[in-house]
């Protein structure tokens, strides 16, 4: 496999991977189509079928989806060191403008202006989620398999919400359509030349974090930590992550409220970029009752920690994957993964608005909020602003 293209500078590229961060909206579906347009149409850094592949590595590993894309883009045309610009680039706007938001419910206070105008942001995020769990219901059920995955899913989720069912249901999907096929030979051996050193550190950080965090109580450390965990254990995107920090941020630990979580998976929608980004503004919000210095760095930790295990991971498989992709039992698993993942966003939708509400101006903004992103009739940032302005004028 090619893993550079010397005659490409580097800060064009950077230039390039900017332009996709700026121009994304609405997670990694639209941001393939981003990547097509600049990447491959323009510039021509690949070819479809290239992007093609890499989709299909990046949603078999853990870690936001989307970003990996653009980080294998990075290593193809210049190597690792690239990758880790490129990630840069790519995530560190969303981060900040969302690290910014986790001070808006203080600045709201001192101004003397009524939260509760953020209200109609919340119903309109579940809009976004019930959506998602559509197009993926949608593209993943193939059959009474993963039909059953899908509802299985999300029933036991429904009532369990413990953080270890969330992965103990993906692995199992995944292992219940490899082994439904029943073909031989789909784990087959194949000779690879792992670059360990990535995945040593990812190991480093993942067991590290976790000790730490038991003999020291620092939040800091602990927003590391937990959006650490959360990156390495999410396959499928920004909206699957979503059940993992909702039972641990709001149900356990009780960091912010149900509506305050909405509100922020809300405002995401409405700006460019990666929808891990919420992240920032969850260990925001997470630290608010600190000083000022910590809330920053709380969501700055939570935002490294999260996209920090999915870019190691990208480091560690990329340069097999011409190897891995010949692994047929891989493939297979994916169609149960994503099928169960399809089940976790919907049962995340439906807690989720049972928090927020069943008001009748709740399901208006709810049902108004599905229609338009299913007609795509207006860009997800005017939904945003829309709902903000309807909070604070009715």
């Not at 292992?175 to 030349?193: D, N, Q, S």
């Not at 409405?270 to 919000?285: D, E, K, R, T, V």
Request: glycine share 10%; charged share 10%.
């Amino acid at each position: 496999m090619q893993l550079s293209h010397p005659k490409v500078k580097w800060s064009t590229f950077l230039k390039d991977v900017l332009i996709c961060s700026l121009g994304a909206y609405g997670g990694p579906e639209a941001h393939y189509g981003v990547f097509t347009d600049q990447m491959i149409v323009k510039k021509q850094y690949l070819t479809e079928d290239e992007l093609v592949e890499l989709i299909a590595l990046t949603g078999m590993l853990p870690g936001p989806s989307s970003t990996q894309t653009i980080i294998s883009i990075g290593y193809k045309v210049g190597g690792p060191l690239l990758a880790f610009l490129t990630l840069l680039v790519w995530a560190l706007p969303a981060i900040i403008i969302m690290t910014i938001f986790s001070f808006m419910y203080a600045f709201l206070a001192r101004i003397n202006l009524d939260a509760n105008g953020l209200r109609y942001i919340g119903p309109m995020a579940v809009g976004f989620i019930i959506v998602a769990a559509f197009r993926i219901g949608r593209k993943v059920i193939k059959g009474y398999l993963t039909l059953f995955l899908f509802l299985a899913a999300g029933i036991i989720t429904f009532f369990f919400r413990q953080p270890w069912v969330f992965p103990s249901v993906l692995i199992l999907g995944g292992l219940a359509t490899a082994f439904a096929a029943k073909e031989k030979g789909i784990w087959h051996h194949v000779k690879l030349t792992p670059p360990w050193k990535y995945f040593i550190v990812f190991l480093i950080f993942a067991i590290g974090s976790y000790v730490i965090n038991m003999f020291i109580e620092n939040r800091v450390l602990f927003m590391f930590d937990h959006f650490y965990r959360y990156g390495y254990l999410v396959i499928g995107g920004g909206q699957v992550v979503i059940p993992y920090m909702f039972s641990d941020l709001v149900e356990t630990f009780q960091f912010m409220t149900a509506g305050e979580f909405l509100t922020g998976f809300g405002l995401v929608q409405g700006i460019p970029g990666p929808m891990f980004s919420f992240s920032a503004y969850a260990g925001g919000l997470a630290a608010r009752d600190l000083s000022s210095l910590t809330q920053v760095l709380s969501a700055l930790a939570a935002g490294i920690g999260i996209f920090l295990p999915g870019t190691l991971l990208i480091f560690f498989v990329y340069p097999m994957w011409e190897q891995l992709k010949q692994m047929k039992g891989i493939k297979l698993s994916l169609n149960g993964i994503t099928a169960v993942a399809g089940g976790l966003i919907t049962t995340a939708a439906i807690i989720l608005m049972r928090e927020s509400g069943f008001a009748l101006d709740n399901l208006l903004v709810l049902g108004l909020t599905i229609a338009l992103l299913l007609t795509k009739k207006v860009p997800a940032p005017i939904l945003v602003i829309l709902s903000i302005l309807a909070g604070f004028m009715i």
